[in-house]
Each structure stands twice: as structure tokens, then as C-alpha cells.
């Protein structure tokens, strides 16, 4: 469902047009038609929107410059093509450990007994 969409907001409208006309009450029919006339004011405005602004396709990254080129999405670079040297000491060092970061040492404590029952166990 797309609220975009003129259709599904006509659909909605025949709908309340005719449960208004199941209804006895004047009122609650006199409701029911005012709803339906604002889905069509709702449908009317989805449509002008629609011949405003068309969707744009996406361009064509050869023909843009390289300016703008430079911030395009690029194919991710698989781990074995890329140097050691090139990943940053933090990531190669791993975690850190619960001290280092300033936990308090209660959680440090109950941290590392967790990593030693995980490193039993595998």
C-alpha cells in the first residue's frame, strides 16, 4: 500500500460511500459521506503530486564528474585483497577489555569469568 497512490485512497472512499448508505442515522451517514469526499480530495492531491514530480532515475555514475564521482557507493573489498598494514592497530587488536575502558572493576571481574566459561567451552 502506498499512500502515493490515487487508487487506494479512491478504494477507501467507495468503501465509506457504502457503508453510508447502510446507515439509518442521518448524522452518522452525513459523516460517512464527508470522510469519503476527503479520500477523494486525498486521491486528487496523491495525482497532482504524481504529474508534479515523476520519479527521477537514478544517473548514470560514468557521466557524472569526478567530483562528484569520488562519493559514490563503491563495491565492498574483500579482507584478502587488502594489506595488513592498511587496517588500523585498533581493529587489529581486538576488544578491549573492561579495565581499559574505566568499567568498574565488579563488572571487570564478572566479565572475565564469563570469558573464561566461554573459552572452556569451545
Do not use: C
Request: without cysteine; positive net charge.
Amino acid at each position: 500500500m502506498s499512500y502515493n497512490d490515487p487508487t487506494h485512497w479512491r478504494g477507501r472512499a467507495k468503501e465509506l460511500r457504502g457503508l453510508a448508505d447502510e446507515m439509518h442515522e442521518s448524522v452518522s451517514k452525513q459523516l460517512m459521506r464527508k470522510m469519503a469526499d476527503d479520500y477523494d480530495h486525498l486521491a486528487r492531491t496523491a495525482e497532482r503530486r504524481a504529474r508534479e514530480a515523476p520519479p527521477k532515475p537514478f544517473p548514470n555514475i560514468d557521466v557524472l564528474p569526478a567530483e562528484v564521482r569520488q562519493f559514490a557507493r563503491r563495491k565492498l573489498v574483500r579482507l584478502s585483497r587488502t594489506s595488513i598494514s592498511e587496517i588500523p592497530g585498533f581493529l587489529k587488536r581486538g576488544p578491549a577489555r573492561a579495565d581499559e575502558v574505566g568499567a568498574p572493576v565488579a563488572f571487570a571481574e564478572i566479565w572475565e569469568s564469563v570469558a573464561a566459561k566461554e573459552r572452556e567451552r569451545h
